[in-house]
C-alpha cells in the first residue's frame, strides 16, 4: 500500500470520529451559550414589547370601537328624541294656529256684529231724525198751504200748533 493512503484520512463521511464529534459538541454548546447570552435575551425581549404593544392596540381599539358605537347610540337616541320633539312642535305650533285662527274668525265675527248692531241704531237714528226731519218739513207745507188758504184767519204759531196735532194723531205706521 501507498503512504500516502493512511486509514486517518480513508475515513468516510458515515464513519464516527469521537475527536470531532467531540469538538463540534463543544462548539455547538458555546455558540448556544453565546446566544443565549447576547442574542436570545434581547431577542425575546423585542419579542415580548412587541407582544405587548400588540395587545394594547387591539385592546385600544377594542375601547374605541365600544366608545364608538356608545356614542353612537346616543346620536340615535338623541336623533330619535329630536324627531320626537319637532314631531311635538309642530303639532303644538298646529293647535296654536288653529286656537289663534278661532280666536280671530271669533273676534271677527264680534266686529262683524257690533258693525251690524252700530249700523241698525244708526239707521234707526237717521230714521228717527229723517221721520222728525220729514214732519217738520210737512208742517211747514201744511202750515204754508194753510196759511195761503186760510190767509190771515190764523196766526201761523197756531197754526203750526194745529199741524203738529195733526200729525201726531196720524197712526204710527203712516208716519
Do not use: C, H
Not at 15 to 23: C, H, I, K, T, Y
Not at 78 to 100: I, T
Not at 105 to 112: L, N, P, V
Amino acid at each position: 500500500m501507498n503512504a500516502l493512503a493512511s486509514p486517518v484520512l480513508a475515513a468516510g463521511i458515515m464513519d464516527l470520529n469521537p475527536g470531532l464529534s467531540l469538538w463540534t459538541a463543544i462548539t455547538f454548546l458555546v455558540l448556544i451559550g453565546v446566544l443565549w447570552k447576547f442574542a436570545f435575551g434581547p431577542i425575546t425581549r423585542m419579542l415580548a414589547e412587541r407582544e405587548g404593544s400588540i395587545r394594547d392596540a387591539i385592546d385600544s381599539a377594542r375601547n374605541e370601537r365600544q366608545e364608538a358605537e356608545r356614542l353612537l347610540a346616543q346620536q340615535k337616541e338623541a336623533l330619535v328624541k329630536a324627531q320626537r320633539d319637532a314631531a311635538e312642535l309642530a303639532k303644538r305650533n298646529q293647535q296654536e294656529m288653529e286656537a289663534f285662527r278661532t280666536q280671530l274668525t271669533a273676534q271677527a265675527r264680534k266686529e262683524a256684529d257690533d258693525m251690524v248692531a252700530s249700523a241698525k241704531k244708526s239707521i234707526e237714528e237717521e230714521r228717527k231724525l229723517a221721520v222728525a226731519q220729514l214732519r217738520s218739513e210737512v208742517a211747514d207745507l201744511a202750515v204754508a198751504a194753510a196759511s195761503r188758504i186760510v190767509k190771515s184767519s190764523l196766526d201761523e204759531k197756531t197754526q203750526r200748533q194745529l199741524v203738529n196735532e195733526y200729525i201726531q194723531d196720524l197712526p204710527a205706521g203712516r208716519a
